[in-house]
């Protein structure tokens, strides 16, 4: 569901980026408040394994089309709401600076759709009213596929509020529409499903952590070090591997948009903030579409061991970026109490 520049106008963007930043700011003060020390490299490995598993596309039958997890529900039943939006929101703005998956315009509109609408809707509204105070593996399916359902809806809802209102395209809002909701459906209840597994992993080797919903008190004496490199091995074998092996099918949103327009991908209007942001992201992009810049193609498709080594690349950066974002917006609790970090 990442959009691209050429479906919003900058006055939309602006405004999209000012939510998020809002967003931003009040998820950090929120975080740094509470005082879970243990959750900051935690961010940084759960966020590498969603970074990883974003990469996956898989196909939805009889369609022609792929969906991949977007991993806020995930991050939210793991880290808590806010943790969970700082480090999705980490996650998109790598992908966009160093991979050119979403426009810089566009960003705050895809931080907007995949991590406010989900961590601070879905999660608190849906997730944990139905998981409950006393967790089974029947409520967190349930709350997982619920939630991401919910979630992916009025995400792709905002989508399309998003494209309308900047009217830059010829998509007809009603139908583009119609083949959102429903493919997005699709794709919402593979995630649940996908979420609910790996919420049940950690349910079944650190139980707490479900239950507190998402707080890790670093006063605990349990230790986080066998969740943490279980999330690192797994980002790196995904992302180094399993990921070649992704559905090459248009996602969601290209689906939608191909068959509301005809075209896949839309032209982005010329001059202005657009060449602007574009040549900023040209700059910055050492591995547009996943691989790494300038390397050959063979039948579309770049050297297995460039998309790999930009995968493992991907992973480091996303967790240095959740992990640093962690660190800072603990700074001022570390200060006022004189708090180590512990694993």
């Not at 967003?23 to 990883?52: H, I, Q, W």
Request: aromatic share 10%.
């Amino acid at each position: 569901m990442h959009m691209a520049d050429a479906l919003i106008s900058p006055a939309v963007g602006a405004a999209m980026w000012a939510a998020s930043a809002g967003f931003v700011a009040y998820s950090t003060k929120k975080t740094g408040d509470s005082g879970d020390e243990r959750k900051t490299p935690l961010m940084g490995a759960v966020g590498a394994f969603v970074f990883a598993a974003q990469m996956i596309n898989f196909t939805i039958p009889a369609t022609g089309s792929s969906g991949h997890l977007v991993g806020s529900i995930l991050l939210a039943a793991l880290l808590g709401r806010h943790a969970a939006f700082l480090t999705i929101a980490s996650i998109l703005t790598v992908q966009a600076l160093f991979f050119a998956d979403g426009g810089l315009l566009a960003l705050g509109c895809n931080i907007f759709n995949m991590g406010v609408i989900p961590c601070y809707i879905a999660y608190p509204l849906v997730y944990k009213r139905i998981l409950g105070g006393n967790p089974t593996g029947k409520s967190i399916c349930r709350a997982a596929v619920c939630a991401s359902v919910i979630g992916l809806q009025l995400g792709a809802l905002g989508v399309v509020a998003e494209v309308t209102l900047s009217a830059v395209t010829q998509l007809p809002t009603g139908i583009f529409l119609l083949l959102m909701q429903p493919i997005h459906l699709a794709i919402g209840i593979a995630e649940g499903f996908i979420t609910a597994a790996v919420v049940m992993y950690v349910f079944s080797q650190r139980p707490e952590i479900i239950k507190a919903g998402g707080k890790t008190d670093f006063k605990n004496s349990y230790s986080l070090r066998p969740l943490f490199a279980a999330f690192i091995v797994t980002a790196t074998v995904i992302a180094g591997g399993l990921s070649l092996f992704a559905s090459s099918y248009p996602d969601g949103l290209e689906w939608s948009i191909m068959r509301a327009g005809g075209q896949e991908e839309l032209e982005t209007p010329a001059g202005g903030v657009y060449e602007a942001l574009a040549q900023a992201q040209e700059k910055f992009a050492f591995f547009p579409d996943y691989a790494f810049a300038g390397a050959e193609e063979t039948d579309g498709e770049p050297p297995a061991f460039s998309a790999a080594a930009a995968g493992v690349a991907g992973v480091a950066l996303s967790f240095a970026a959740a992990f640093l974002l962690g660190k800072a917006a603990r700074i001022g609790y570390r200060k006022k109490h004189g708090v180590g970090t512990v694993v």
